[in-house]
């Protein structure tokens, strides 16, 4: 029953990748609080890569089911069928299960996760990024998400692009789907949809978060130690009642609060750290 584009209202706390960084996640909870005492929007990827990802799915899905008003699940590219039998999620249910139907579970429930959301009528959160088929932030609303992230079109240009701050228009994406977009595209996306900021994650950030195009975007990271080997920090994006924004930093778990887990199942993974 949730819209393409939900819509929230403030104060609220923007997550973005988690990548199966789930003792991570526990100690991003520690820092910005717990449902339901702080209001959560995920811009997704919760899965591949870190070593926990069923425990990182299972968690948020929970804190959903409780908490429906509270916390917000949108869609990343590494929520698909593909991707994941990749970059590790269907390999962890396999060893954990013996049998793709856990998987397969997850995974059909991933074609209903929301798309975007406005906080307020006035910040755009997105997974990656924007899209030359898309101008308006109602034609995200009536586009058909209920399948797997397609390889291109508008759907799987909110999922895959990425800010160019060096140069503008559309330009093709490296990472062989999407687009990277410039500083104009931005600025006429907002003065046509009338919102102020892009928030966005999909992109590594070494200091945990980036703002580029004069405060026009932001990219959020919030897996700390990216593939337990990186060194970056992480953040999330904290929107006060009054709209205005504040970063808030935090490191991996210690090691003390993490369990060594069982099986990497992204130890065959290629690299990709665009």
Known sequence: SAPNVCTIHTPVTVVGDIHGQFYDLLEMFKISGTCPDTN???????????YYSVQTMSLLICLKLRWPDRITLLRGNHESRQTTQVYGFYSECMHKYGTPTVWQAFVDLFDFLSIAAVIDNSILCIHGGLSPSIQSI??????NRFKDVP???PLADLMWSDPDPDHDGFQDSKRGAGYTFGGDVVQQFLKTNNVTHIARAH??????????????LSTIWSAPNYCYRCGNVAAVMEVAEDVKRRYNTFTAAPDTDREKPEFASNKDAPDYFL
């Not at 109602?138 to 586009?143: P, S, W």
């Not at 992109?203 to 026009?216: E, H, P, R, S, W």
């Open 40 to 50: 959560y929007l995920f811009l997704g990827d919760y899965v591949d890569r870190g």
């Open 203 to 216: 992109q590594l950030c070494t200091d945990g978060y980036q703002i580029v195009f004069n405060d026009a």
């Open 138 to 143: 109602n034609q995200i609303k009536v586009l």
């Open 151 to 153: 390889i291109n079109g």
